[in-house]
Nanobody
Framework: QVQLVESGGGLVQAGGSLKLSCAAS????????MGWFRQAPGKEREFVAA????????YSADSVKGRFTISRDIAKNTVSLQMNSLKPEDTAVYYC????????????????????WGQGTQVTVSS
């Protein structure tokens, strides 16, 4: 069992920055790669970024590439999403999620393969 708790959301002006954090607990956390997804009102939940078990391999959606950076602190069991140059279209509830390491390669963007999800944190970007 893995528990995930996000924090760091809030209201920011366009062009600003926020850093989201996801604190994980559970004995098996080390077996999971991690991802961030987001869901805007009336839209499907979409992939944002993912990072593998060791933190060496990351992927980002085209819409956030060059602006968002995912990282992982294995010792602290945390995953972060640094978001820079925020745009109004980045407004959404952001979720961190855990996917079994064996499924990560080639499937990191598939939300249906993620076993555990946090409760989400709201990010609002004003224009």
């Amino acid at each position: 069992q893995v528990q995930l708790v996000e924090s760091g959301g809030g209201l920011v002006q366009a062009g600003g920055s926020l850093k989201l954090s996801c604190a994980a607990s559970g004995r098996t956390f080390g077996r999971y790669a991690m991802g961030w997804f987001r869901q805007a009102p009336g839209k499907e939940r979409e992939f944002v970024a993912a990072i593998n078990l060791g933190g060496a391999t990351t992927y980002s959606a085209d819409s956030v590439k060059g602006r968002f950076t995912i990282s992982r602190d294995i010792a602290k069991n945390t995953v972060s999403l640094q978001m820079n140059s925020l745009k109004p279209e980045d407004t959404a509830v952001y979720y961190c999620a855990a996917i079994p390491g064996a499924y990560y390669s080639g499937n990191y963007y598939r939300k249906e393969l993620y076993d555990y999800w946090g409760q989400g944190t709201q990010v609002t970007v004003s224009s």
